[in-house]
């Protein structure tokens, strides 16, 4: 399988990258394929073009988002790595879906609404904040966020939801044992969710 690793995060020594980093090792040793997407080293235009909004009058895709939408083309996971800003997805990676996964990518139009292109696909999201697992659970913050972003964008797109692994209390003083068992905790949920090529998955 092929794994596109979506990064958004603007310092590559961050450990939203460690994270990526963790899933790409655990990946390779499985036998899969990864092709990394890190959105601000791409300088990516997170903002939706005018002519790329469908109307009346149709609409064109920017030469960029085609480009990026052929690198995605033979893609069969969908892999996001980011931080919590405001409690949501920094806005590169909203930007992104924006524009590769809307229509004529993830979805085009259809009898009395849309169908998905992307059905059989996967998508799984490793996401940090400086908040406790705790707290983010407890409020109801992290099985919103799922809600609105990973369930919405899975389901218009046709693609299957495997995991959201979620990582608080990633603060500036943390220690390196923390750091190391949340790494080891991204290994273990790619090795779970995906293992070795001929072996069927447990999820």
Known sequence: MRHALII????????????????????????????????????????????????GEGYQTSPDAAAERARLAAVDVFAFFYPWWFNAPPAILKGYVDRIFCTGFGYRPGF?????????????????SGAPDSWVRQTGALSSLIAVFDCHLAAVCGL????????????????????????????????????????????
């Open 112 to 128: 009395g609404g849309t169908e998905p292109m992307l059905t059989g696909r996967k998508l799984i999201s490793f996401s940090s």
């Open 160 to 203: 299957q939801l495997v995991d959201h692994v979620h990582l608080g209390g990633v603060v500036p003083d943390i220690t390196q044992e923390s750091v190391e068992d949340m790494l080891a905790e991204v290994r273990a949920a790619a090795a779970r969710a995906f293992p070795p090529v001929g072996v069927p998955a447990s999820v």
């Open 8 to 55: 958004a995060h603007p310092n590559p020594k961050s450990f939203t990258h460690s994270v990526a980093r963790a899933y790409s090792t655990a990946i390779a040793a499985q036998g899969h394929e990864v092709v990394e997407r890190d959105l601000y080293a791409m300088g990516f235009d997170p903002c939706l073009k005018r002519e790329e909004v469908p109307t």
